[in-house]
């Protein structure tokens, strides 16, 4: 296949799904399972056709319990099969915490190495498209926390075909958190190339005066302020870690060396979230660089509020570059 048949444009939704089906087609042993994932092709419409071609048997509409959902995965990885679940929402995941972190990121360890789960837990997660309670949250912390869990998310549709044939791949559980909001944003995906390793932080663009990272549906807001802080002579460097267990702190502490300022941004509550992990690991490692102490934008320490007001909520471009504009007053 030559680049340019092998180079399409897809919706990130879109994206996930052929990834999916390219997954399902190399390996046999590759099941996706979750509620509405089958007939309905999921709420999202991400798995849609796929129960259609590769049968009820490897596209599997499971009862609504998330606890039964993940403890059967574990299950089918201990007999050699690589499952795909699916958690409708965000906040439906809570019922599964237990299984999830008491079992599925445990068990490598308590087997001394001998017993590997290859499961991808694949999660829609974040707000913007104006739902009820319980589906727009971003639980992404409480898991990274986790010893034995590894935390990704894809901010393009490049990144959500090649990121999730990675985490399948992988012989850990992987937690695939994929931004709702984003579904519809379309990019080019090149389904011949060679991606780079899963949890490998990226530079999608260069700057000089400030360091924004973010992830997941935050990257398209840092890259909206960076682009209109251009317009006031000022040059943002944006991060998107891509990963959030294990932070790529190489990349993203080079990038601070260069500019000696970050800010870092996330839907999640800035209280006790990833943000500070990234702000105390940069603070330890950049010290000497820092012309201003690392910043943190984020959701309020509250619970997700009623759609009609989310957007007050929602770390936005304003906040954002609100944040920009602290970082570069020191």
């Known amino acids: 296949m030559s680049t340019e048949q092998s180079v399409v444009k897809l919706p990130l939704a879109k994206a996930i799904n052929q990834s999916l089906r390219t997954a399902l087609e190399n390996d046999p042993k590759v099941l996706v399972m979750g509620e509405d994932v089958g007939k309905l092709g999921g ?5 849609d056709g796929l129960q259609k071609d590769f049968g009820e048997e490897r596209i599997i509409d499971t009862p609504l319990a998330e606890s039964g959902i993940i403890g059967t995965a574990i299950g089918l990885a201990l007999r050699g099969y690589r499952p795909v679940t699916e958690i409708q929402f965000d906040g439906f995941v809570y019922p599964a915490y237990d299984q999830i ?16 789960l290859p499961v991808v837990i694949r999660i829609p997660y974040a707000g913007g498209i104006g739902a009820v309670e319980h589906h727009s949250e971003s639980p992404e912390a409480l898991f990274a ?42 990019g080019e995906v090149d389904t011949a190339g060679i991606p ?22 935050m990257v398209r807001t840092a890259l909206q302020a960076a682009t209109a802080a251009e317009e006031e002579g000022r040059s943002l460097e944006v991060v998107d870690l891509r990963s959030i267990s294990p932070i790529d702190f190489d990349t993203l502490s ?5 500019t000696g300022r970050l800010v870092v941004t996330h839907e999640a509550p800035v209280f006790f979230g990833t943000g500070a992990e990234v702000a105390a690991r940069i603070t330890e490692r950049c010290f000497y660089h820092l012309e201003a102490p690392v910043l943190r934008v984020g959701g309020f320490h509250a619970p997700y509020p009623p759609a009609r007001v989310e957007e007050e909520y929602l770390p936005g471009l304003d906040r954002l570059l609100d944040g920009v504009d602290r970082a570069l007053a020191y």
Request: hydrophobic share 45%.
């Open 196 to 217: 780079g390793p899963l949890h490998a932080a990226r530079v999608v663009r260069e700057g000089t005066d400030l360091t924004i990272a973010a992830y997941g549906p």
């Open 254 to 258: 080079a990038s601070v060396r260069k």
């Open 43 to 47: 709420v999202f419409r991400v798995t």
């Open 145 to 186: 926390h986790v010893a034995g869990l590894k935390i990704v998310t894809p901010a393009n549709a490049s990144d959500g075909y090649w990121m999730l044939q990675q985490a399948i791949e992988c012989d850990d559980p992987v937690i695939f958190f994929e931004p709702k909001s984003r579904y519809w944003d379309k």
């Open 101 to 116: 972190v008491t079992q599925l990121a445990k068990m490598h360890a308590r087997a001394l190495g001998m017993v590997r």
